[in-house]
């Protein structure tokens, strides 16, 4: 038998910032947990029952979070599978997905705990003032451009600057987003992030290219993120798409994995099949 912690592992003090916005606070709840029955079942699926780790995996957070572009999640765990076996990340490094495709005005990123099978967080993220208004449509590696960067991102040291309560982060997808500490790219909390604003100017406030958030929230998904987690920034951007290299360790296009992920399954939940055969 095997844990489920086994199984998911195999299946997958500057003051320099960027952007602007006073000191979070931490007062933030837990977005959501995978149903523990489901949890304790997985402990139990045998290692023979043929069921293959990278759709398991992606069907898992599907679960989790079914709002989420399955395309999307499919990228992202790719890339975090590509950075673990690199050594550019642990095996349990947890996983933030931030969906730029979709406008401010909605939840867009996602935190999960993949070793463990849950949603840590499910939030509003700010883009960046250079790519574009309530939809981020332009973005850039370069310092300056005010825009959002594309790609993984390994989390690093938490700081106190301009922007409170901050983390730093390193970019991992070279020309994309490998110049984020020079740019001063980090996670932090600000006024502009607070969806109350939605009402009155139509979306989230931007920043100067940081995935800002909430102050509400702030202080615990940075703590829940802090060092050697992943962050993974996607859009439907074709540059990225074709060139980004955090998610093409296998020799599979982000086209082609996208596909995979969004097309029909005629043969269901491949989890759910072993577990049931058992």
Same mark, same amino acid.
């Given at each position: ?42 402990? +139990? ?85 250079? +790519? ?7 973005? +850039? ?104 290299? +955090? ?32």
């Amino acid at each position: 038998m095997r844990t489920l912690h086994l199984f998911i592992a195999m299946c997958t003090a500057s003051l320099v910032a960027g952007c602007t916005g006073p000191e979070p606070r931490a007062d933030a709840p837990r977005a959501a947990v995978i149903n523990p029955s489901m949890r304790d079942t997985m402990k +139990s699926v045998p290692s023979g029952m043929g069921v293959d780790p990278r759709r398991a995996a992606l069907e898992l957070l599907e679960q989790l979070a079914p709002d989420a572009d399955p395309g999307v999640l499919a990228l992202a765990l790719e890339a975090r599978g590509c950075a673990i076996r690199s050594g550019d990340a642990d095996a349990d490094a947890r996983l933030a997905v931030v969906d730029y495709s979709r406008p401010s005005t909605q939840k867009r990123m996602w935190v999960f705990d993949v070793a463990r099978g849950t949603l840590l967080h499910r939030e509003y993220v700010s883009h960046g003032q250079g +790519s574009g208004e309530n939809v981020a449509r332009k973005f +850039s590696n370069i310092e300056g451009s005010y825009q959002t960067s594309l790609g993984l991102y390994r989390t690093a040291e938490t700081y106190v600057g301009g922007n409170g309560y901050s983390l730093r982060m390193d970019g991992l997808d070279p020309g994309f987003n490998d110049n984020a500490r020079q740019r001063a790219i980090v996670m932090h909390g600000a006024w502009y992030a607070n969806p109350d604003l939605i009402r009155t100017q139509g979306r989230l406030g931007r920043s100067q290219g940081c995935p800002a958030l909430r102050e509400q929230v702030a202080r615990v998904i940075i703590d829940d993120l802090k060092q050697r987690h992943l962050i993974f920034h996607y859009a439907d951007d074709a540059a990225w798409l074709q060139r980004g290299r +955090s998610f093409a360790c296998d020799g599979r296009s982000a086209s082609q994995i996208l596909a995979a992920a969004r097309a029909p399954r005629s043969g269901g939940n491949s989890l759910a099949m072993a577990i049931s055969a058992r």
